[in-house]
């Protein structure tokens, strides 16, 4: 027989409250695996943009060919003795930059350029060691989130498949006639690096909320305005590779002048390539051509993001509008930073500038296009 309740009774009084429960759940205790691991991917975001950096200037000193063999683990080791250094200049001068570009540099130049190098590939093991550490710690700890051990060790993949590449990248230029290193691998090369980046900028943006405020913010969603920012991201991909072919040739340091190209629209000779050479190979390796390609499609990115800003501005949630309003300021930083790298034929504080504006924009596109598809729901006041 049913007992009499007191009305000031609360419901549930006098049963046992459910177990919560235990381990593997994406949000377990106050201080879970989310906050450890947004952390811990922050950390890897720093060091590859750094990483970024440091490559740019490899590349603007010209240094990316002074470490002729890929040795994963002993290269860790630079060279420690002055028959140890004579050994590696000698490498050096084997190889086509040493002999048509820089005959008669002498020791001390050498381990200038060498340690640009060694540092870049230093720091890229770093990173290596890192997610290590981390990915095999949460996964012995079992604070994985349901769902993210592939893609956590899908970043730890293409770690190891950018250290192949940058091989394959720095192998180009070890023979035949080249001084640098092909600019199709630089540009592969790069853009692996800034996917990387942004599959971690996008995890971090996810993990930075619970699963539960995710489900419910994305029955917010702005389709259109999602589908115009995925545009946008894949329009400013674009550019970052034909940044990198700009890069490769040093086509930034080519034609100097702004609106125009020396003296017309289109610079002169732009399909011109040695003798023998197919013509498609100017796509690739003419200076003129591979600049005005870069500076059209900046042209295009800007004429585009103005609209996606447009649209973006207009959201409903304010956080998402601030979210496109900072994408807009960023590209337009980044166009006139473009603008006055070429104006000064991409110096070196100029042209690691604009490299870095690639990863701030590139960064900033992502956010907006994860809060159109994940907005921060406000009230009326504008507060969560």
């Known amino acids: 027989m049913a007992t009499k309740r007191s009305i000031f009774e609360e419901v549930g009084a006098g049963t046992k409250a459910?177990?919560?429960?235990?381990?593997?759940m994406i949000d377990a205790g106050p201080r879970g695996a989310r906050r450890g691991?947004?952390?811990?991917?922050?950390?890897?975001?720093?060091?590859?943009?750094?990483?970024?950096a440091v490559g740019g200037l490899t590349r603007l000193t010209d240094s990316g060919l002074s470490i002729t063999e890929w040795r994963p683990l002993t290269g860790a080791m630079p060279p420690t003795s002055d028959e140890a250094w004579a050994e590696e200049f000698a490498k050096y001068q084997a190889i086509p930059e040493y002999q048509l570009q820089n005959k008669g540099m002498s020791l001390e130049e050498f381990k200038a350029i060498y340690w640009w190098e060694w540092g870049h590939r230093q720091l890229g093991r770093v990173i290596g060691l890192v997610w290590a550490v981390g990915f095999f710690g949460f996964l012995a700890a079992r604070r994985i989130p349901v769902g993210w051990t592939p893609r956590l060790l899908i970043l730890g993949a293409l770690g190891g498949a950018q250290g192949a590449i940058g091989w394959w990248m720095v192998s180009s230029g070890l023979e035949g006639t080249r001084v640098d290193v092909a600019s199709y691998r630089l540009a592969t090369h790069?853009?692996?690096?800034?996917?990387i980046l942004g599959l971690i900028a996008w995890y971090v943006f996810s993990l930075s909320r619970s699963e539960a405020e995710l489900i419910q913010a994305r029955r917010s969603k702005e389709p259109k305005l999602f589908s115009m920012s995925t545009g946008l991201m894949h329009f400013a991909f674009l550019q970052i590779l034909l940044g990198a072919l700009v890069a490769g040739i040093d086509a930034g340091r080519s034609f100097p002048t702004w609106p125009l190209?020396?003296?017309s629209f289109f610079p002169a000779d732009a399909l011109y390539v040695p003798e023998g050479g197919a013509v498609w190979r100017a796509f690739f390796e003419n200076p003129g051509l591979v600049q005005f390609i870069h500076r059209m499609a900046g042209y295009f990115l800007f004429a585009f993001g103005v609209v996606v800003w447009l649209k973006g501005r207009r959201s409903a949630h304010p956080?998402?509008?601030?979210?496109?309003?900072?994408?807009?300021a960023m590209l337009a930083i980044?166009?006139?930073?473009?603008?006055?790298?070429?104006?000064?034929?991409?110096?070196?504080?100029?042209?690691?500038?604009?490299?870095?504006g690639a990863v701030a924009l590139w960064v900033l596109i992502l956010r907006a296009r994860h809060l159109s598809l994940y907005p921060v729901v406000t009230s009326i006041r504008g507060k969560k």
């Not at 980044?334 to 870095?356: E, F, K, R, S």
């Open 319 to 328: 956080v998402t509008a601030h979210g496109f309003n900072a994408l807009f």
């Open 37 to 52: 691991i947004r952390a811990w991917l922050i950390l890897i975001f720093v060091l590859v943009a750094a990483m970024i």
């Open 334 to 356: 980044q166009i006139a930073l473009g603008i006055v790298t070429v104006l000064h034929a991409a110096p070196l504080g100029l042209g690691l500038a604009h490299q870095l």
């Open 190 to 195: 790069l853009g692996l690096a800034f996917v």
């Open 261 to 263: 190209m020396g003296e």
């Open 18 to 24: 459910p177990e919560k429960p235990k381990g593997g």
